[in-house]
């Protein structure tokens, strides 16, 4: 079991900056891929951006590629989402997620952390 606990949401102005984080814990999860989820009300959950844990690589979404950043420490066990530059239609539940090795989905999912950007 791998456990995902995310904080650092909460309302901010359209423009501004917010970064969430994402405790990892449980067993051995150095070769997981840790992924950020989002879903807007009303709408399908969306990826937004990935980290392999192992080697760093990142992947993003065209619409927050630039905008958002994502990056792991491996001392605190920790993935953050640096977002800057934000948009009303960043508004949105965030969720963070781990994948297993040989998964090819996001198997274990955090309880979600709001965000939202007011105009």
């Known amino acids: 079991q791998v456990q995902l606990v995310e904080s650092g949401g909460g309302l901010v102005q359209a423009g501004g900056s917010l970064r969430l984080s994402c405790a990892v814990s449980?067993?051995?999860?150095?070769?997981?891929?840790i992924g950020w989820f989002r879903q807007a009300p009303g709408k399908e959950r969306e990826f937004v951006a990935a980290?392999?844990?192992?080697?760093?690589?990142?992947y993003y979404i065209d619409s927050t590629r630039g905008r958002f950043t994502i990056s792991r420490d491996n001392g605190k066990s920790t993935v953050y989402l640096q977002k800057d530059s934000l948009k009303y239609e960043d508004t949105a539940v965030y969720y963070c997620?781990?994948?297993?090795?040989?998964?090819?989905?996001?198997?274990?999912w955090g309880q979600g952390t709001q965000v939202i950007v007011s105009t």
């Open positions: 997620a781990a994948q297993s090795p040989g998964v090819h989905q996001f198997d274990y």
């Open positions: 449980g067993r051995s999860w150095g070769n997981y891929v």
């Open positions: 980290i392999r844990w192992s080697d760093g690589e990142t």
